[in-house]
């Protein structure tokens, strides 16, 4: 197809610019984010995603956010008014969201990435946007052996063996429908090749390699020799800041057309073998190398299938000269020193605030409410605790506090502690395990932004224990472990296929041991003088229980409003507007009580009158309100711990006590 012509009306100086990112906490939107901040010609910025960031951190802190599902368990309907509604009033949408895993789910990375594409596109039309902005990539090109480098005019197509491949050629033929039925609107196409950050090492290690393969022990060791397919003639790559760079140039010239974003030079065997080894490598056939990458799929080593080998070995080489002459664009970084840099980022497990880019170990991420990282243990809770006896620290947090004359028993306290944390290792796997079984329906985001949050306050538990210098029971803790993952085998009618039952099942379990957690917070802020720690901290994590709880309960409703009907599905693509109903569930340490939060629950708990809520309000970070004191904290915990423990007492455990851990 020729290129349209460049836009006659390009952005005046003095204007200002908003922009809809879609997909804007992943790998290439948070790199966007940070680009968009610091153009003057951009005025607002609109983040669209499933999940939340952490919008206390920074580049997700400097603009506005919805949460809305494009396909994934979304009607076209609901899934359309909200994302006409985020565009009222933007001048440009990027769209970049785009799904990866899970790869055998084919259905539903076509309907997300296909389908997303088309509704994002028809709703931009609708809302009046004029220029819309594409994430496509090389993988959008057929096949070619040779080595010469492609402009944009080759032949589109695909690698038929790889999905990926397929599903951003098929995105490129409703591009050239939509630009035909709507040729007043400013199409860009960006093709970036394989696209790097330190950022996103965690990410891609392990959407696309896995946890199985030991790409950390590089730190420590490097290989005799790098082993590589005969096949390959080169890799190109971009980092992530330069394609940003060349996102933003595109936004503010409003330029039309594809362009290839790649760094000037190609990778071979040697250069490879340079970065990842000692300069050594040794090749192998190309079937041979297949046919591990296949095995190692289907037995669960790596992430991804041999379609995306072959991607890597049939994908032409991209020439830039486009990109720089119409753009202006340059890249700042070689495909080696972004490969350097994602090498190093994965040994380090790096990554940011938002979920596809969490780090990989949970001590470097953010608890929010503790307003600073989980790993500070006691040292976060004991901020602006106030004590006439020494002051607890890092290396004597127990200060002033003597074990064995002490009020407290010590022995039967840190055995309270310990039995929690083992309710935490089980609830922490479980939740884990629910968010990415249940990713095509609308409590995915809940769920997802959940087992973060659990995942975090676990390990923020774990490291109090240790700062106050009581047993954990690690015995206890890996039985729990080992325990969680036999449950899974519980029968739920069904013995090959996911069961409605299952995700109510599992709701209630999780919803009333939230209850057994917000009963351990309060304990820890009873007694936070005896232990010289805040107990604001313990009032605020006590907060987030009860929203974590409401979430749950919301979840329940939706869940067993369609789990025993056969007209109303629980999984899949819904029919019925519910299903476009966002995440909304408040970032650690917002206010619950601020009318700056967003509104919209996770999932309403009357799921008949979703129709009315299908999107969530805009919330801009700057207004998220500071931590709760400790008073409101209470209050709010005192109005509302005896009507929520009495529901899920009766309705989850019918006959029995609620449990009184995770």
Not at 180 to 207: H, K
Not at 397 to 407: L, R, Y
Request: aromatic share 6%; charged share 25%; net charge negative.
């Amino acid at each position: 197809m020729p290129e349209r012509p460049q836009s006659q009306n390009p952005v005046a100086d003095d204007a200002t610019l908003r922009v809809a990112v879609v997909g804007a906490t992943g790998n290439a939107g948070t790199a966007l984010l940070r680009a968009l901040a610091a153009v003057p010609e951009v005025g607002s910025v609109l983040g669209v995603a499933r999940r939340m960031p952490d919008l206390t951190v920074d580049p997700y802190a400097s603009c506005e956010w919805v949460s809305i599902d494009i396909a994934a368990a979304s009607s076209e309907d609901a899934a359309g008014q909200a994302l006409r509604e985020a565009f009222a009033g933007v001048d440009t949408v990027v769209h970049l969201a785009w799904l990866i895993q899970p790869i055998a789910e084919r259905e539903l990375l076509r309907r997300v990435n296909v389908e997303g594409t088309r509704r994002v596109l028809r709703a931009a039309a609708e809302a009046g946007v004029g220029h819309v902005v594409v994430a496509s990539s090389v993988g959008v090109y057929a096949a070619d052996p040779s080595q010469a480098l492609r402009s944009e005019d080759w032949e589109r197509g695909g690698i038929e063996s790889s999905q990926y491949s397929v599903d951003k050629a098929a995105q490129e033929d409703a591009l050239d429908e939509f630009e035909r039925e709507n040729p007043a609107i400013t199409v860009t196409r960006m093709r970036p090749a394989l696209t790097f950050q330190g950022d996103a090492a965690s990410s891609i290690q392990r959407y696309f390699l896995g946890s199985a393969v030991p790409v950390q022990a590089l730190g420590r060791a490097t290989p005799p020799a790098l082993p590589l397919p005969k096949g390959l003639r080169g890799v190109q790559a971009v980092h992530a800041d330069d394609a940003a760079e060349a996102y933003v140039s595109a936004i503010v010239k409003r330029a039309s057309g594809a362009f290839n974003l790649c760094a000037d030079d190609v990778l071979g065997a040697q250069q490879l073998a340079d970065i990842v080894d000692h300069g050594r490598f040794f090749e192998l056939p190309t079937a041979v190398v297949r046919g591990f990458v296949t095995a190692a799929h289907r037995t669960g080593i790596v992430s991804v299938d041999a379609g995306w080998f072959d991607l890597a070995l049939g994908a032409p080489h991209m020439d830039n000269a486009r990109a720089k002459r119409d753009l202006g664009w340059t890249p700042k970084h070689s495909a080696a020193d972004a490969l350097r840099e994602l090498l190093q980022g994965m040994i380090d497990g790096r990554g940011t605030a938002s979920l596809p880019l969490r780090p990989r170990d949970v001590d470097d991420a953010r608890l929010t409410a503790l307003d600073g990282r989980i790993g500070d243990g006691a040292d976060a809770a004991a901020d602006t605790a106030e004590g006439s006896g020494p002051s607890a620290t890092a290396e004597n947090p127990s200060a002033g506090v003597d074990p064995g004359t002490g009020e407290l028993d010590w022995e039967l306290f840190g055995l309270y502690l310990s039995d929690h944390l083992t309710g935490a290792t089980a609830g922490a796997e479980r939740m884990e395990r629910m968010s990415a079984s249940y990713i095509d329906t609308p409590v995915y985001a809940g769920l997802s932004e959940l087992a973060e949050e659990l995942r975090l306050e676990r390990a923020f538990l774990a490291n109090l224990i240790d700062d106050l210098e009581v047993r954990r029971r690690v015995y206890r803790q890996a039985a729990s472990w080992v325990g969680e993952r036999v449950g899974r085998l519980k029968l739920n009618g069904r013995t090959f296929s996911r069961s409605p039952l299952s995700l109510i099942l599992e709701l209630e379990l999780l919803r009333s041991a939230v209850i057994g957690k917000l009963g351990l917070w309060q304990v820890l802020s009873e007694h936070a003088a005896d232990l010289e720690l805040d107990a604001a901290v313990f009032d605020e994590l006590g907060e987030r229980a009860l929203a974590q709880a409401e979430m749950l309960g919301a979840a329940h409703a939706f869940a067993r409003s369609r789990a025993f009907r056969e007209d109303r599905d629980v999984f899949g693509s819904a029919s019925d507007s519910v299903a476009a109903i966002p995440s909304g569930a408040q970032p650690l340490g917002a206010d619950a009580d601020a009318d700056t939060v967003d509104e919209t629950p996770a999932i309403p708990a009357d799921p008949d009158a979703a129709a009315e809520n299908d999107t969530a309000t805009p919330q801009t970070a700057s207004q998220a309100t500071p931590q709760q004191s400790s008073n409101a904290a209470r209050r709010a915990r005192d109005e509302h711990d005896d009507a929520l423990a009495d529901e899920w007492g009766e309705e989850s455990f019918p006959g029995s006590d609620p449990p009184a851990n995770y």
